[in-house]
Each structure stands twice: as C-alpha cells, then as structure tokens.
C-alpha cells in the first residue's frame, strides 16, 4: 500500500495513532495531518488542521485521503464534501484489510451488547487449544497495531465499523440486536443497517448468531442464506459449555448465551472442547461490566458499561433473589424504558434512583408500571449513593446498570463507572446499617 498524497487524520484517540505509527512505518516522510471536533489533536509527527477549516483544505485537495476515527459519525456533512471532491474516506479496520486480510482466518463479531465478551471467550478458548489467534477491534489491540501478528484474528466491531467495513471475515458474528447510538447513525433504521453491514452482503463467509440474534427477523434477513450458519453444538457439547459457564466468572443467562456462541465460533475454527472449557475459565470479566465490590456489607455492581435498557436487564438477571437498589439513566438516545420498568418488581428492585437525562422516563414508567418500588430522581452520581447510603434497609446490593451512555456527565462510562465505585466505598465501607 502507498500513498501519492498526504493523509488526514480525523479524530486523534488510540486509533489514529496506530494509524499515525503505521503511516510512519509504510511512508516516513508522508505529509500527515489531525483533526479534531474537540479536544487536543496529540498525535506526533502531525500538523493540525482545524474543523471549520476542512471545507477549504478539502476544496485545495490539500490531503488525498481522510482516515476517520469510530467515534467520528460517517455521516457528518463534511465527508459527503469529501466523497463529492473525490477524497476517499477509510478506517484503521480498512487500512488493516487492505494490507494484513491475506492469508489469514478472520473472525469478526459485532452486536449491540455482549460483544466484548463473546470476543474475548472467543480468542480465550482459540489460544488455549493451542491455535495462533490474536484480539483486536474495540476490546486488544487496534487493527493495525495487530497487524500480521497471529494466523487468526478476532475482530470485536462496533456499528461505527461495521458500518463501512470493507472486507469479508471468514466468520461473521452478531450477538443480538437492538437500538442503539441513534446521534451517530442519525436514526434507528440506519443503525440496523449499518450493525447489519457486517453480514448483509455477498460473499461466502459463514455466520454464527447469539441467542437473541437468532430470533430476530431483521437479522434473519441480513443472513440472506441460512446454509452459511455454523452448526449448533450438540447436546455433549452444549452440556460441558453449560458446566464450564456455571464453574466460572461467567454472571447470568446472557453470558451463557455469549459462551455457547463463541464455542460455536471456536469449534468452526478448530478449537478443541478441552480448549473452550479452558477458555471459559481463563475469562475474568472486562472492567465495568458486572464487576463486584464490597463495602459496608453492601454488594456494588458496577455496569456503567450499560448503555441500553437490554444491558439493565441481563444485569438485573444476573443477581436473582436479592433485594436491588438500581442506579440508571443517561445520555438520550430514544431509548425505551416501558418494558424495564415493568419488570423490575420481578427482578428483586425494591428502590430505583434514577439520573438526568433519560432517568425522568424511566422513573414516571417504574412509578406507573411498579408503584411499590421506591423512586427518586436525582441530579448526579453523587446524589444518588448519598440518597441510598441514608436508608439501607430496602436492599442488599446496589447496581449501577444505567441503560445510557454517560456523556451529559461523564467523559466516558469508564470514568462513570470509576466514580461510583469511589462514592460507594466514601459512603457505605464507614456506615453500619
């Protein structure tokens, strides 16, 4: 691969500098330049170019290519001006299959939630029957620090790369589905589409679908042929996937369903049985997804990792016969709360507080659909472990599970997720109840 002109770099986190290294590496004296919407452009080796300044760049075809971050919308206007100035727009992920895709096994999984982990049970049960396989995409390395490292490579993707993903996998996967990142795909409808991008096309690859992807028509669709589907484990398999699961870190039915599809994924591929038992007892579970504390006699559960009313209630599943505080609410994005506040009497919720912005709509649903549940609508995190640390004779665990990205007060569910375990340990290790 070579460039003839320079490159822009548009957005400057983990991606663009492999990106930016990888450039480096392939042309060291390519003209590289950085963009940002916000923040600082601190990628080495770059010049800056500033957003409202791209129009011009752009109209001076001051750059010959736009390598576009995940977290940049694809369809922001300014790269419907680039396509019309016959600058074309990649990704790290295309840049990768344009020079490693040959001659290596790829699988690539995608879905709304319980990537992650089906990815990573993936690459455990893959390594550990003894098989050259590398992780990368959102959970390991980028694509392009990955590089020609391993003969297998499992990708976990996103709908930001599914979106324009220019290669075939040899296994495509989706864990399930449901609506999610509405102000980057502009509707629901072209999330779907674009999540879905990632099978509804021509090819001969083979498709491995989640429980709940199974069941879904849209998807069902989107396989076109039904003959491309990996094989179901048998019922010897599926019992020692299913006694692996329950010896393991592995919390509620969503993650068995997350194990048995990356075993499905794992034997097409090669793995041994001993393999995958292995691997599911290798995982440890990604931080801020179910991660347990202890303070105060207090079980906290930290799921800032939730971002959709589904995620809340696999969490809530995941912790049968307790008596749960629920912590949830976030950034908008359309979600519908009317059928997670019906069930939280019966996931054990006897106290529900709840944050800006879309905590208002889950709290009038939980008040009309469960009025026997506590609700209290506060301004921040801080508000609600204090509000709960007041009166702990309602519940045994509090879960923070928030069914909503963090953006209106986080930099990221990371941080979100970091806070409320700090004002936990601040405000339930020192009380007695």
Not at 4 to 29: H, M, W
Not at 59 to 65: I, L, S
Not at 337 to 354: C, F, I, K, M
Request: charged letters at 20%; proline letters at 5%.
């Amino acid at each position: 691969m070579r460039f003839d002109q320079p490159v822009l770099l548009y957005g400057a986190g983990r991606e663009a500098l492999s990106t930016r290294q990888f450039l480096k590496r392939i042309q060291p004296d390519l003209p590289v330049y950085v963009t940002v919407d916000s923040g600082v452009a601190n990628i080495p080796e770059t010049s800056a170019i500033a957003a409202s300044d791209l129009p011009a760049a752009i109209a001076a075809r001051q750059f010959g290519t736009i390598v576009k971050s995940p977290g940049v919308s694809r369809y922001k206007p300014i790269f419907a001006e680039a396509a019309a100035a016959g600058i074309p727009v990649t990704s790290n992920l295309n840049l990768w299959g344009a020079t490693y895709r040959a001659n290596r096994t790829v699988i690539a999984i995608s879905g709304t939630k319980g990537k992650s982990t089906t990815a990573t049970l993936v690459h455990l049960m893959l390594a550990r029957s003894g098989l050259d396989a590398g992780l990368a995409g959102n959970v390991g390395l980028a694509p392009l620090e990955i590089a020609d490292k391993h003969a297998i490579v499992v990708f976990e993707l996103s709908s930001y790369q599914t979106a324009d993903m220019a290669f075939l996998p040899d296994i495509a996967a989706i864990t399930n589905l449901y609506p999610e990142h509405v102000d980057w795909h502009g509707s629901v409808e072209r999330y779907y589409s674009d999540k879905l991008n990632l099978v509804d096309r021509d090819g001969s690859f083979a498709v491995a679908l989640g429980q709940a992807a199974a069941g879904n028509a849209r998807v069902a669709m989107a396989v076109r042929d039904h003959r491309r589907l990996v094989r179901d484990l048998n019922e010897e398999e599926a019992i020692i996937v299913e006694s692996a699961v329950a010896r393991s870190r592995l919390k509620g039915s969503h993650n068995l369903d997350n194990a048995i599809l990356a075993a499905q994924i794992a034997l097409a591929v090669g793995a041994t049985l001993d393999g995958i038992v292995a691997g599911i007892a290798a995982f440890r579970p990604l931080p801020h997804r179910l991660e347990e504390h202890r303070f105060g006699g207090i079980t906290v559960v930290n799921d800032s990792i939730s971002t959709t009313p589904e995620a809340t209630k696999a969490a809530l599943a995941a912790y049968p016969g307790r008596r749960i505080a629920l912590i949830a609410g976030g950034h908008e994005r359309e979600q519908d709360y009317g059928e997670l506040a019906t069930l939280l009497p019966q996931r054990g919720v006897t106290t529900l507080v709840t944050l800006p912005v879309t905590g208002a709509r889950l709290a009038s649903a939980a008040r009309d659909a469960a009025p026997g549940i506590d609700v209290a609508e506060v301004p921040d995190l801080e508000s609600a472990i204090v509000s709960l640390a007041s009166d702990r004779s309602r519940f045994d665990t509090v879960i923070l599970s928030p069914g909503a990205p963090s953006y209106n007060q986080f930099k990221n569910f990371e941080e979100r997720g970091a806070r409320f375990v700090e004002l936990c340990r601040i405000h339930f290790e020192d009380t007695t109840p």
